[in-house]
């Protein structure tokens, strides 16, 4: 397991996690160490045994699986779990995952995610967090991606009382894709950390995170989104966009957008707005006899359907759907 | 019918409508004409509840129920409807849904049961039809890639959809050649009606030609400084607005 693990916690990277005091919110956790146990529907034949608490994944050259393959992970109250998966997704492959995290009680889910993608591959990641709110969930995704390689990710996180969701990709071939997407809700004294670097490392790769917040109560949002672009990385094409709904004074949300760019042929964009909702639609829907609690709601609902429109996979884009909207309620 | 008495507005401290008086009674179309800053888009705005702008004085009743009192969503149920000079672009929300949400509420509101989703789609298909909106159209998100014209014909969709008692047009001439005037005309004039009146604001006595009102009133310095009939419309296009003001 590379990355975070209890006793790399003392030497972390505080630039990193200068908006994310993980020590402190692992201090008001009292744990015991259990395995990590998953829950897999539909990866059977793929499974390849492994050690305790790592999951092995392989999906064989040209293998195409419509269906998507399910890994649930629960959390139980005063544990404290350390797990892996590796999934392995050779040339040609084409496959669709949705990872769900749930539980109860004051937990701490500590994972580390590595998706290798083959040549031509394409993968599509869902991942769900249904988390109590109480809990510390710290996830590390690191995606690695061949030559014309695809990989689509969306995120919705919410619920868990501290969560630090990250993704590093590495574009390693030419003419490699990645389109990360989320959503991250927030309540409560929740505090939710998306941070995302892409490494575009082989010329042509093309690479898009397109991320919102909705924070209601005292709740804090992070954003760190980064582009880093090698010497070698010639017409990359790299895009990133932070959105982030504020609805409470009392909220609050970071936001750090990074290009690094070595390469002098490529095509490189950030921005990022974060407000209340605008007064001048809400006026309008008013006007047409729109109560304000129904209009408020119709703006919301629009400011994460277009991170939901996004998802390609109809199955999963309504179990969104429905998840985002008893949410909202 | 409503009436307006002695009405004074402000925004953030400047003074704006400075004790207008205006009646207009069911199924009139009255024209509201005057130069820049005197007050024409801030009388739909105070009208219609919007936030900021400050009612300091007077009063403004439609068909006895004082409009001022109640929040815009609570005005549009009490039958006031604003089209916008500059239409607001919603993105993620969709045209169909807007409008049956807006007509529900309305309903809702007035004590009615929601309307049957067949006989909204029913009442949308004969609404649109008259105004040339394609069924594209209600597929996209409020507003959102319209060009002016349809902005502008959209408003009046929403309007027919709605059937409110009292309607003020806002500069529905801005931005939309002769053909699109036209089409947004005969529109409003199909919507004429004995329990219905209209509040046209316009720079330009061009409108007026396509919609032909009965009274004409001149905004000046936030009160009305003239009334007549249609030919105070042409006498203003040929004169100009300064021997007035003066």
Partial sequence: ?329 | MLIIKNLTAEIDGKQILNGLDLEIPSGEVHAIMGPNGAGKSTLSYVLSGRDGYEVTGGSAELDGVDLLSLDPNERAAAGLFLAFQYPVEIPGVQMTNFLKTALNSIRKAKGQDEIEALDFLKLLKAKQKDLGIADEMLKRAVNVGFSGGEKKRNEVLQMAMLEPKFCILDETDSGLDIDALKVVADGVNRLRAKDRSFLVITHYQRLLDYIVPDVVHVLAGGKIVKTGGPELAKELEAKGYAELVA
């Avoid at chain 1, 990355?3 to 402190?24: C, F, G, M, Q, V």
């Avoid at chain 1, 209009?295 to 884009?317: D, M, N, S, T, W």
């Fill in chain 1, 1 to 329: 397991m590379q990355n975070l693990l209890p006793d790399k916690i003392e030497t972390l990277d505080r630039e990193h996690w200068k908006y994310s005091n993980i020590k402190a919110a692992l201090k008001k956790l009292e744990t015991t160490e259990a395995p990590a146990v998953w829950e897999m529907t539909g990866a059977f034949d793929y499974l390849v045994p492994s050690g305790e608490n790592i999951v092995h994944i392989t999906i064989p050259k040209n293998k195409q699986i419509d269906q998507p393959i399910e890994l649930t992970f629960k959390g139980e109250d005063g544990k404290r779990y350390m797990g892996q998966v590796v999934i392995e997704v050779e040339q040609g492959a084409s496959v669709k995952f949705i990872e769900r995290q749930t539980g109860a009680g004051a937990y701490w889910k500590n994972l580390d995610m590595h998706i290798s993608v083959g040549k031509n591959a394409s993968v599509e990641f869902y991942r769900l967090c249904e988390e109590d709110p109480f809990c510390v969930v710290t996830e590390f995704m690191t995606i690695d991606l061949e030559r014309d390689a695809r990989f689509r990710a969306c995120a919705i996180n919410g619920c868990s009382g501290f969560g630090r969701n990250e993704f590093t990709v590495n574009i390693n071939g030419e003419n490699a894709e990645a389109d990360l997407s989320g959503l991250a809700l927030l309540r409560g004294k929740q505090h939710g950390d998306t941070t995302v670097c892409v490494n575009h490392i082989k010329p042509h790769g093309r690479s898009s995170q397109f991320f919102k917040t909705i924070l209601k109560d005292q709740s804090r949002g992070v954003y760190q989104g980064k582009i880093h672009v090698f010497k070698d990385a010639q017409k990359t094409d790299g895009y990133q966009l932070s959105n982030n709904l504020l609805l409470s004074q009392q909220a609050e949300m970071d936001i750090k957008p990074e290009l690094e760019i070595y390469a002098d042929d490529v095509k490189c964009s950030h921005g990022s707005t974060t407000g209340e909702l605008d007064e001048t639609p809400m006026f309008y829907l008013r006007s047409r006899g729109i109560p304000e609690d129904k209009a408020r709601q119709l703006l919301i609902e629009a400011f994460v359907g277009e991170v939901l429109e996004k998802i390609p996979c109809e199955c999963v884009r309504t179990m969104f759907d429905e998840r985002v909207k008893l949410w909202l309620k």
